[in-house]
């Protein structure tokens, strides 16, 4: 399955460059404190919101 190629290093690749890059963004001045929560917020209901489509749609039985 697609979901489970994404393991090992090329995971913590990407969520560190994530990090990097909203921290980024704080140095840069290019967003408030508060617009990179609100991402991550955003970001992880849709990640949930995602994983629990996905788990009902392609695990049925």
């Known amino acids: 399955m697609l979901w489970r190629t994404c393991t ?6 990407f969520m560190a460059f994530a990090v990097i890059m909203a921290f980024s963004r704080l140095y840069a001045g290019v967003h408030y404190p508060t617009d990179v929560v609100g ?8 990640s949930c919101l995602t994983w629990h489509l996905r ?6 039985k």
């Open 8 to 13: 090992g290093w090329p995971r913590y690749f």
């Open 39 to 46: 991402g991550i917020i955003v970001a992880f209901v849709g």
């Open 55 to 60: 788990s009902t749609i392609f695990d049925q």
